[in-house]
């Protein structure tokens, strides 16, 4: 007989999978006596899938969209939801380098390796840490994207967010959100779209991403996300965290106290530093 822990850890499962047939709005997750997991259960689609491998990046623009025979982009909408965080058409200051991680006396870096999930998490080995490059705008509080050199999908060149998968719509509210964010391989959009991403294809769904979020601190060199709800408003303050464990990656939250205990966890925040004109060769 599977254990009581166990057992309650397969009917949240099967509700989370009846829940949508219902037509119920409350997501119920697969819980642990350690906490929930905030990641999806089921079958993974592998990162060395060859068909993913060989993948070619999405075409960014309607020139190179017709020219692969694809339709062109959707207009845009030009009212107040599209008012967030966009490329930078001012000068900006180009780098190359290395991503470190540093929390309650750990010290690591961005992996150049993808989770089984698709996202970035932490390596302590220098030889594996992840190259991106950037150009970060002269305005410090304008938002940009983050190249990745290295990385293990050419189809997904960028370091963005995404979407929860048990998110509750797509803001991230505060305080009391427990809303929160991937960070993981993604193609580039300055808009919240839905979107392959390594994620979603890993794990057969799609989620919401953005990847022209990230700031530079010019004294610290801290990153930093840069997060503008949908509808438009202020700024809101978000905190990256690592989700630890066998399958950790990086995530972000509006309220990392909210967060934690929502889903009976306690991940530290982590605080992401830039160290310039370091790359590592690609194998």
Not at 80 to 88: D, F, I, N, V
């Amino acid at each position: 007989m599977p254990s009581s822990a166990r057992l309650f850890t397969y009917l949240s499962v099967a509700l989370a999978v009846v829940a949508p047939v219902l037509g119920a709005t409350t997501t119920v997750v697969a819980r642990t006596e350690e906490g929930a997991s905030i990641f999806p259960a089921g079958p993974l689609k592998s990162l060395t899938d060859p068909a993913l491998v060989a993948r070619a990046p999405a075409p960014q623009t309607n020139a190179e969209r017709l020219r692969r025979g694809l339709n062109p982009f959707k207009p845009r909408s030009l009212t107040r939801k599209s008012l967030h965080a966009r490329t930078s058409a001012t000068p900006c200051t180009p780098h190359t380098g290395v991503i470190k991680i540093t929390y309650d006396g750990v010290e690591g870096y961005v992996p150049k390796t993808l989770s089984s999930l698709g996202l970035y998490a932490i390596t302590q080995t220098p030889a594996n840490a992840l190259s991106v490059s950037f150009c970060s705008p002269s305005d410090a509080d304008e938002a940009f994207d983050i190249t990745t050199l290295n990385g293990p999908l050419p189809a997904f060149p960028f370091l963005g967010v995404l979407l929860g998968y048990y998110n509750s719509g797509d803001k991230l509210p505060v305080p009391g959100s427990f809303n929160y964010l991937y960070i993981g391989a993604t193609s580039q959009s300055t808009d919240l779209i839905d979107g392959d991403s390594a994620f979603s294809v890993v794990v057969h769904t799609v989620e919401k991403f953005r990847s022209t979020v990230w700031k530079l601190n010019p004294v610290t060199n801290e990153l930093s996300i840069k997060w503008v709800n949908p509808d438009g408003g202020n700024d809101i303050d978000i905190t990256i965290f690592l989700v630890t464990g066998e399958d950790g990656s990086l995530s972000a939250s509006a309220d990392l106290a909210a967060f934690n205990t929502n889903w009976g966890t306690n991940f530290p925040s982590v605080t992401l530093t830039f160290q310039e004109n370091i790359q590592i060769a690609e194998e």
